[in-house]
């Protein structure tokens, strides 16, 4: 699978996961992508933490207003009866546990259900942004990511890069499966039918459970 077949696979299977009428905030890269693939019956709003309840697609050229922006940067629009505010009151927001679900990419996360995803040591990183209050404040946390970078693995027994939150981590979906963070570790519930499973755990630095009704991920 190339980039673009890796990204839109993460981002079909992760629109699964909303329900009509939740609260959802997007990390910013892949996660952007998920409207892109809800049900049409399925309308959620979703939250930017700079200040923004109910976000619309990017701006079309020409029609950038410099107000809208994603936690990204990149010009957005507001859809019919979007709210704005400011960044106190959207954290506010967030850590009151009025999100259901936030989406966010992941450098590392391992079978703890740990996330590493704002910083490399020795290398300029933008920040940690408001990943640390989503993660403690939505109601559910999902990861979508590539599965590896480069070939190395992605998600370990054990995170070893600077942590943004402890087991805060409840569904993992990559290219090649979904799998769910339980005491006993990563279980793999769905597989994409072109990997075996012998093919995800290799690539995966933590010991999978293949669940005994896993299922093909669509």
Known sequence: MDKQQIRETVARRAAKELRDGYI???GIG???????????NVHVTIHSENGLLGMGPKAAEGEEDPEFNDAGGALIT????????????????VRGGHVDVTILGALQCDAKGNLANWCIPGK?????????????????????????????????????????AANCVD???????????????????E??????????QEATGAKLIVAE??????
């Open 24 to 26: 959802v905030n997007l």
């Open 30 to 40: 892949l996660p952007t992508l998920i409207p892109n693939y809800l049900d049409e």
């Open 78 to 93: 507001a859809l019919p009866g979007a709210c704005t505010f400011d960044s106190a009151t959207s954290f506010g927001y």
């Open 124 to 164: 300029k990183v933008p920040g940690m942004g408001g990943a640390m209050d989503l993660l403690s404040g939505a109601k559910r946390v999902i990861l979508a990511m590539e599965h590896t970078a480069r070939g190395n693995h992605k998600i370990l027994e054990e995170c070893t890069l600077p942590l943004t």
């Open 171 to 189: 569904l993992i979906i990559t290219e090649m499966g979904v799998m769910k963070v339980t005491p006993e570790g990563l279980v793999l519930t």
């Open 191 to 200: 597989i994409n039918p072109e990997f075996t499973a012998e093919q995800v």
């Open 213 to 218: 009704n896993l299922k093909p991920m669509c």
